[in-house]
């Protein structure tokens, strides 16, 4: 399997400030076939970037994904309160799909 | 309105049975690959099986081979999940969700349920 570690496991930051969350892939992601999600506590996920760097509709273009290969990130150009969340990373390249464990960013 | 909405989460005893359902409404159910994604009490999501819009081609996780079937019925907009042999590290809430028009398990998800609650306890 294609084992995802994000990092860090937890990230403090303020709004307005910046936000770099990692994804490392334990194998290359086929075509960065990787997208990022947020969930807020009882809700559910919520589709943020695919294909490592595509913005889903209705993102705000605060919320960018880069990378390639094994490591990706998600950047939060300008923190806006509503942003405190869990994110997760999903590679799709290779079977079976996976997720990282999430980073929470508080 | 575009929405999932998942339902048949219950208490159940370690080996028993329970089939979830999530009823589609608002797209193209029969075009879009599906699939079920679980989440332990304060933990991450784990994909759990996956199913092409025909319902032709399925796909699961090794720890449900043998136990979980994926399942759809296009003509309700109705996607199912029969979970046999229940253990206690099954429970879980679980997620239905909509894939992108992709190759074969080359999905992301781009619309999900609220989810259902699998509690497996004596």
């Known amino acids: 399997d294609n084992v995802l570690t994000q990092s860090p496991d937890t990230l403090s930051l303020s709004p307005g400030e910046r936000a770099t969350l990692s994804c490392r892939a334990s194998q290359s992601v086929s075509s960065n076939y990787l997208a990022w999600y947020q969930q807020k506590p009882g809700q559910a996920p919520r589709l943020l970037i695919y294909d490592a760097s595509s913005r889903a509709t209705g993102i705000p273009d605060r919320f960018s994904g880069s990378g390639s290969g094994t490591d990706f990130t998600l950047t939060i150009s300008r923190l806006e309160p509503e942003d405190f969340a869990v994110y997760y990373c999903q590679q799709y390249g290779r079977s079976p799909i996976t997720f990282g464990q999430g980073t929470r960013l508080e | 309105e575009v929405q999932l909405l998942e339902s048949g989460g219950d208490l159940v005893q370690p080996g028993g049975s329970l089939r979830l359902s999530c009823a589609a409404s608002g797209f193209s159910f029969s075009k879009s690959p599906m699939t079920w994604v679980r989440q332990a009490p304060g933990k991450g999501l784990e994909w759990v099986s996956a199913?092409?819009?025909?319902?032709?081609?399925?796909y699961s996780a090794d720890f449900v081979k043998g136990r979980f079937t994926i399942s759809r019925d296009n003509s309700k907009n109705t996607l199912y999940l029969q979970m046999n042999s229940l253990r206690a590290e099954d429970t879980a809430l679980y997620f239905c969700a909509k894939g992108n028009a992709g190759a074969a398990m080359r999905w992301y998800f781009d619309l999900w349920g609220r989810g259902t609650l699998v509690t497996v306890s004596s």
């Open positions: 199913i092409s819009g025909s319902g032709g081609s399925t």
